[in-house]
């Protein structure tokens, strides 16, 4: 009967899903490629993290205070500070540009902000003079995180391709890259390494869907959708006309 066909179907998904997230053996050996995978991992991260600390730009300014010289990291804290003291939406023009009539902000979507915003605004100080200080410092600071991971995703997008040699190669080569060191350094606290972050994500999803993972059209189109509704705001943003100096 279609009732009993009904029942029938039901068991063997449930047997099938059962069986689907049956928990690996607790005793299973780690295989020597998933330790050779980690260890390469660790070293790609500790390389790059000391190649970026060596390379500071810091300048000392007390014993537990120092700071950034770097003009557009300097920026961007101005407008992190601004999104905490104002709140949201980021502001979109600044009363400093083209004093005393302000004008733009050319070139830079809120997103960086927003996310410095995010992480850093429960942790700030409440009195102004301490954030501002306080928050050079951490939006300095960042980009060397972004760094440490886009050598990561660079590492995780060759293993992808060529195994562990290829994670160590991809890994190692963007750890000592000249440019990427220079973007994502302490005391540079500009958006380069955010970006090139979201470019090694990028990277490994598409090594991931070259090697047949994510070619699937039900998990790529909300993706794709949604990387392209970004890409169309942003365009928006910059194609509005400069404001006249």
């Known amino acids: 009967s279609a009732a009993s066909d009904v029942y029938k ?23 020597q490629g998933r330790i050779i995978g980690l260890v390469v991992l660790v070293a790609v991260a500790a390389l790059s993290w ?7 730009i810091r300048i000392e300014d007390s014993p537990t205070r120092w700071v950034s010289m770097d003009h557009d990291g ?7 500070e601004r999104a905490l003291r104002d709140g949201l939406p980021v502001a979109e023009s600044d009363p ?3 004093y005393p009539h302000g004008a733009r902000i050319p070139h830079w979507p809120p997103y960086y902000t927003l996310v410095l915003r995010s992480v850093l605004g429960p942790f700030a100080p409440d009195d102004p003079e301490a954030r501002r200080h306080w928050l050079e410092m951490r939006v300095a600071s960042m ?7 886009t050598s990561l995703l660079a590492a995780a997008g060759g293993g992808l391709v060529a195994g562990s040699g290829g994670a160590a190669a991809a890994g190692i080569y ?16 500009d958006l380069h390494a955010w970006v090139s972050m979201l ?39 910059r194609n509005r006309p400069a404001p006249a100096y």
């Not at 300097?74 to 992190?80: G, I, N, W």
């Not at 991931?208 to 909300?222: E, I, K, N, T, V």
Request: overall charge positive.
């Open 9 to 31: 179907r039901q068991s063997l998904a449930r047997t099938v899903t059962a069986r689907s997230f049956r928990a690996r053996p607790y005793d299973e050996p780690m295989s």
């Open 50 to 56: 000391g190649a970026r600390e060596i390379n500071h």
């Open 74 to 80: 300097l920026y961007q804290t101005r407008r992190v």
């Open 96 to 98: 400093y540009l083209n």
């Open 143 to 149: 980009p060397l995180l972004f760094g440490v991971v």
């Open 174 to 189: 963007h750890a000592l890259c000249t440019g990427s060191i220079l973007y994502s350094r302490i005391g540079n606290g």
């Open 199 to 237: 470019g090694g994500a990028s990277l490994l999803l598409l090594s991931a869907a070259l090697a047949g993972s994510l070619l699937d059209r039900r998990r790529a189109s909300p993706l794709a959708r949604c990387r392209l509704a970004l890409v169309r705001r942003d365009t928006r943003s």
